[in-house]
């Protein structure tokens, strides 16, 4: 039934490889992609934002997150007037 199935999904009637496994028709790429988007939104992006070192350094912070904490952290930041009141 695995055979036949693989068959159907990949739109082809005979298989030339019967020996063929789920493993190696996927694109694991795309799905180290995903999980790695999906780290970044539940643990990495609230950790910078809240100035935590990346606990997950195998995703890495995207460029605007970056560039966001740089701001955050600039020293020579114009403070705001009400700030003085």
Known sequence: ???ALLRKWCNSSSMIDTSL???????WQYYKDRLGKAIQ???TIPAAMQLVK???ERVPH??????????RLDPMKQKNIAQFF
């Open 21 to 27: 496994d789920v493993r190696t028709i996927l694109d």
């Open 41 to 43: 939104k539940i643990v």
């Open 1 to 3: 039934t695995q055979e």
């Open 62 to 71: 995207p460029d605007w997150l970056l560039r966001q904490v740089r701001e």
């Open 54 to 56: 990346n606990p997950v």
